[in-house]
């Protein structure tokens, strides 16, 4: 049972990276517009729409 | 579906954007119908079609569902400066890493995908722009560009311009969240879930056979590292919470001390209390090893509580933003003239009463006064709502706001800063308060009830059980406060009122205040303005007499008039095309001359025609039956138009504002819900005594010829008695009634002030939003009232258990979060302004239009 003290905290330190994880892109705005970056997938980077690549 | 089948489909329906499937504004259906019989909403989508066609790539619409962005229709154009001034660009631009500026504009009319496309290719047309990237759902356009081409913002605002895009650099200070309130709510939110997670996590371990006895190491620090996590979930996440309870509890305090009688708590008082006392009893449990730790049913209150702020926060924000948006208006800078000449350009706190300005062409005039030099073609769209052009020159009064379509002016500065009109109307629209305290009162005496309740529940079973056992007497109080935690109090109402606000909005209702919705609930009386509310605002020919040649005639003479009374004969009659038409003296407000294929046509109000045809040398002879219909007309309320040619009287025009044509079902519907319409409007009284006989209305509930103040005062008496008001209008004079009565509903196309005075704005053509939003405000308020009777049942039930000694921590973690989770599935599961529900009748009402328009062209081709 004495693993415990490893892993639980290593789960925690997980965690933390995580969430850490999670502060960083809010604070890059990356949960600020949900809605354009599913239209923009659509778009080629060349500007133009996306093609049939077969 | 093969992609014939698709393009046919979609020639079928004709007022449906053919790229995005989004319903077809009128001013685009005459645009576009000449070529091969497609419509598009905006000049984006019909570039983006042409694009993918020319590619060949047509499989495209067999994906049809293209994300459609949200229904933040704007009208076309109303005020757009094409320049930005360099202050502006010193205080909002942000310098980049690379050394290139960037600025966030507020873009109007973004539709689709296809406006996306379409404005993010700004870096390959615009020389210097490196970026473009634009937030669809916020209208929100963050340009990066060069910083040593001082060109480039013009030149972007032109480009932007030439699509039918409106942008205005928006004021970093008022946007919401800007501050980062909006970034720092949703971290909380994340991290408190994942600090509630890992409480979780270890308090399983408990329940499942973790003790003292058995594994003394494991369990102390497994006790001792939840403690330390819920202790950074309750002083980091729930450290709003705590400090609004704190503040409340001192108010109240402050009052029974000053002798006013105590103020009622607020609902984040148990909240907070339940948090506490939760946490400070396991908190002496885990450092002393004896008792029962809640800090799992803590953390996951902490949590939720903090996801269901977000989620209220987030709902009015699209329409709160949208509304501060439109006001964004008046520039931050002015070009002064000092009276040697010299051109200053000061800040807009600087101008006095006295001095002279100058508005260039493209510019929003800063202050209110007199145009001393020079001549503009006005848009008052702020105030009035028209998107037309008016001609004004020297002595002509201007006021803040006013964009200078074309033309170069001066102007004699009356008034100021706040003391402008605009300034005095946007200070009454943010002193919201006092009208509102009466809904939120309520919401927070019910709060302090339950805190009175539960504290005495507490207290009560404490001393029951403690006479005989101390410790079990505080396990019983602890197990109290903490399981009926108000969660659901707390979170049910805000959560209901969001999730219908959001719905709202993808109707095109846009509310501004989740208790708005309380509000129209209750409401008894709905106010209708007339003009541009129940009518469509725009005059139409209902009425004619005399000889249909000559009609054809005035037809081809108007269309040379921008007027709205021409429009109204141009879009009756059709246009005459083949006619060569010279215009010899065109006379607002009273009517045009010209010649049209050599006969001399006068179109015009009856006195001016009789009275030209008097001076006439060929003196024709009046008809008498042609001035009988007249009078006929007139006392029917219609505006009325002569028809002279050759200088004879051949024909009598009536002009109505019509009836939107599903006004007379609306006020039925509204009269069933028990709610009493009334009219009041500003127009004289044989125009809204037709209304009034065309609805059905008693006398009594409707008014003509009134004021604005008077307007207002009828409110304030109707509020006064007692009834809750709902304002329907959509002009600037209706502004001020609008932010009096209890909810104000601003119609789409008003003007901007209404707007920001309203509470709820409509973006959908017609009246249908306001039945909708009275029918959906009831709907929620039934489930409000649901989810607090269920709130309270879970509590009453919750505390007696408690008080029986039979909940342990373990049925609180169960239970509380369970708890919270039925009540979102019931929230969830009731549709309040469900899509699904009978569309309203948007389309039909523009097919009516469209048709109109059809028979009317039809008509003149003969």
Known sequence: MSILFVLVPLALILATVAVLGFIWAVGRGEFEDLETPAVRVIFEDDGSFKQDQR | ?862
């Not at chain 2, 709160?320 to 706190?349: F, K, M, T, W, Y």
Request: some cysteine; overall charge negative.
């Open chain 2, 1 to 862: 579906m093969t992609e014939q089948n698709t393009t046919s489909k979609r020639h079928v329906a004709p007022c449906k954007c053919a790229h995005c499937g989004e319903p077809v504004p009128a001013s685009m259906i005459e645009a576009g119908a000449g070529e091969d019989a497609l419509l598009f909403c905006c000049v984006g989508c019909e570039a983006v079609y042409h694009a993918l066609h020319e590619a060949g790539f047509d499989d495209f619409y067999r994906f049809s569902a293209i994300p459609v962005g949200s229904n933040l229709q704007a009208k076309p154009s109303i005020t757009t400066p094409n320049t930005i001034p360099a202050q502006i660009l010193a205080k909002e631009a942000t310098v980049c890493e690379d050394g290139s500026l960037e600025l966030m504009l507020g873009v109007d009319g973004i539709h689709c995908a296809g406006c996306v496309w379409l404005i993010e290719q700004m870096p390959r047309a615009v020389e210097g722009v490196r970026e473009a990237r634009l937030d669809m759902g916020r209208g929100r356009l963050a340009v990066r560009w060069d910083a040593a081409r001082e060109e480039t913002p013009d030149e972007f605002l032109a480009w932007l311009g030439r699509f039918g895009y409106e942008a205005r650099p928006l004021d970093g200070s008022k946007i919401q969240g800007h501050d980062g309130s909006d970034r720092a709510m949703l971290r909380r939110v994340g991290v408190t879930w994942a600090l509630a997670g890992n409480v979780m996590l270890l308090s399983a371990a408990h329940y499942s056979g973790l003790d003292l006895e058995s594994a003394p190491m494991i369990a102390t620090a497994s006790r001792w590292l939840m403690l330390i996590l819920t202790t950074i979930a309750l002083f980091y996440g729930a450290d709003v919470i705590l400090r609004r309870a704190w503040a409340a509890v001192m108010a109240s305090a402050r009052a029974a001390l000053s002798g006013l009688g105590a103020s009622p708590l607020s609902v984040d008082v148990p909240l907070a209390l339940g948090m506490l006392i939760g946490w400070a009893s396991s908190a002496y449990a885990t450092v002393t090893g004896v008792g029962d730790i809640w800090l799992d049913s803590v953390a996951m209150l902490i949590a939720a509580v903090s996801s269901a702020r977000w989620v209220q926060v987030r709902a009015g924000r699209a329409a709160r933003q949208r509304a501060e948006q439109l006001l964004a208006i008046l520039p931050q800078v002015a070009r002064r003239l000092s009276p040697d000449g010299q051109v200053e350009e000061v800040n807009l706190d600087e101008l006095a009463p006295g001095e002279l300005v100058e508005v260039r062409a493209g510019e929003v005039c800063p202050a209110d006064g007199v145009i001393e030099y020079g001549e503009a073609a006005l848009q008052r769209g702020v105030m009035t709502g028209e998107s037309r052009l008016e001609p004004a020159s020297v002595g002509d009064d201007i006021e803040a706001g006013v964009l200078a379509a074309d033309g170069s002016i001066h102007v004699r500065v009356r008034a100021a800063g706040d003391a402008t009109r605009l300034g005095e109307l946007m200070a009454w629209i943010d002193e919201r308060g006092s009208k509102r305290a009466a809904l939120i009162q309520q919401a927070d005496r019910l709060g302090g009830w339950f805190v009175l309740a539960v504290l005495s529940a507490a207290a009560l079973a404490g001393i029951f059980w403690g006479v005989s056992d101390f410790a079990a007497g505080v396990s019983v109080a602890v197990a109290i406060l903490v399981v009926s935690c108000p969660c659901a109090l707390g979170m049910a109402t805000p959560l209901a009122l969001a999730l219908a606000t959001g719905r709202a909005a993808s109707r095109g209702i846009f509310i501004k205040h989740d208790d708005t919705l309380e509000a129209c609930a209750s409401a008894d009386v709905v106010i209708f303005d007339k003009t541009g509310t129940l009518t469509r605002g725009a005059p139409r020919v209902s009425e004619r007499f005399g000889d249909e040649g000559a009609m054809l005639l005035a037809s081809a003479l108007e269309a040379r008039s921008t007027h709205p009374i021409a429009s109204a004969i141009v879009d009756a009659f059709g246009h005459h095309q083949s006619a060569r038409v010279e215009v010899l003296e065109d006379r607002p407000g009273r009517g045009v001359r010209g010649m049209v294929d050599g006969q001399e046509v006068l179109v015009g109000r009856p006195e001016w025609v009789i009275e030209s045809l008097e001076q006439s040398p060929a003196g024709g002879t009046p008809r008498e039956d042609i001035l009988a219909r007249c009078e006929d007309y007139k006392e029917a309320g219609s505006t009325v138009v002569m028809i002279a040619v050759d200088g004879d009287l051949e024909a009598v025009l009536g002009l109505d504002d019509a009836l939107r044509p599903e006004a007379k079902a609306i006020v039925e519907n509204i009269r069933a819900m028990r709610v009493r319409p009334m009219i009041l409007s500003g127009d004289h009284a044989g125009a809204v005594d037709a209304i009034r006989v065309e609805l059905g209305m008693p006398e009594e509930d409707v008014k003509a010829n009134l004021t604005p103040e008077e307007k207002l005062a009828i409110v304030d008496e109707l509020c006064a008695s007692g009834a809750h008001v709902v304002m329907v209008g959509d002009g600037v004079n209706d502004a001020a009634a609008l932010q009096r009565a209890h909810v104000g509903v601003a119609m789409s196309g008003g003007a901007h002030l209404a707007l920001a005075a309203a509470d709820v704005f409509l973006t959908g053509e017609g009246l249908r939003g306001v039945e909708q939003l009275l029918e959906g405000s009831r709907d929620v308020m039934t489930s409000v009232r649901r989810n607090i009777l269920y709130a309270l049942g879970y509590n009453v039930i919750g505390v007696t258990v408690a008080a029986l000694g039979g909940v342990t921590p373990l049925i609180a973690a169960i239970a509380m979060p369970a708890s919270s989770v039925v009540l979102l599935i019931m929230t969830l599961m009731h549709r309040t302004f469900d899509e699904s529900a009978p569309l309203s009748p948007e389309f039909s009402s523009r097919d009516v239009d469209i048709e109109h328009r059809a028979s009317a062209g039809g008509g003149a081709s003969l």
